[in-house]
C-alpha cells in the first residue's frame, strides 16, 4: 500500500506545483513612482508594480546594480519615462520586445535644455541630457504615458483589456481633472516669478504658462552660504516672489529665504514617492499650496 501513497503524493506535489506556476503573476518594473502608480491603476490586483529604486535615491541617477538589473531583465514588461530619464538604460541590456518608452508619442513635445554637469550627494557628476525629463508634471502628457502604458500591458495580454480599459478610463478622467484643477488655481499665476531650486519643473510652467527660473541645490539639504549668495543675486535678477523646494528643507532654508521676500512653497516633483499620497493626491496638494502662495 506505501507504494500507491507514495505515487498520490507524488501527484498531488506535481499538481500543486502546476497550479502554483499558473498562478504566478506578471511582473511589471517601472523607472520613476508615475510609471508605477499608473501601472497599478490600470493593472489592479492582475501583475506585480516593481519600482525597484531605493526611495532616499534619485530615480534619474540611479546605478542598479547586478541583483537589480537581472529583476529588471526578467521583467514581463518595463516602462521607460524617456527624455533622458533614468541615465542607467544605457549602460544596461534590456530585452527590447518587453520595454515601452511612454513617452514616445509626445516627443514632439519635448522641451530643450541646456547641458549642465554636476553631482548628486555620493553619485558622483553627472550632466544633464539637454531634455527636461520630469513629463509626468504636465497632467497632459501624462494622459499620453498612461494610454501607452494601458497599449502595452493590453498587447501582451498581461491583463484582461476590457478592465484595463476601464480603468484608463477613470486614470485618464483623474488627470484630466487635476489638469482643470490646475488650470484654474493658477489663472493669472504667470505674472509671478518664481525660483525652483532644482530645474524639475518645465513641463509644469510650460503647460500653465508659468516663469520659474531655477538653481541647482540638493533636495532637501541646507544651501550653502554661496548658494544662499546665488539666489539673492537671482531674486534682485528676477524679482521672484515664491521659491519651489523639491523637498522640505531645514527651517533656516525656509527662513533665509523669507529674508529675501521670498514665500515658500514644497513642491515635490514626484520621480519618487514623498510618502503623503498618491501621485494624485500630491500634486493636487502642491497645486494648492501654489495657488494660496500667488493669491494676493
Known sequence: MAAPKSLFAFVLLVCSTLSAAAQDRARVVAVNYPLQYFAERLLGDTADVLFPVPADV????WRPGIADISLIQEADLILLNGAGFATWIDRVSLPRSRVVQTSAAIEDQFIVTESITH?????GEHSHEGLAAYTWLDPVLAIAQAEAVAAAINARGIAPQAEVNDRLDALRADLEMLDETATVALEGANTVPMIATHPRYQYFAHRYDLSISAL???AGAAPSDTELADLET????????IILWEAEPPAAAIDAATALGLQSVIFPPMAQSDGNGTYLEALTTSIEALSA???P
Not at 234 to 241: C, D, F
Request: without cysteine.
Open 58 to 61: 534619485d530615480p534619474s541617477f
Open 119 to 123: 553631482s548628486h550627494g555620493d553619485g
Open 216 to 218: 541647482e541645490w540638493e
Open 234 to 241: 537671482l531674486v534682485a535678477k528676477t524679482g521672484a516672489k
Open 293 to 295: 502662495a500667488v493669491t
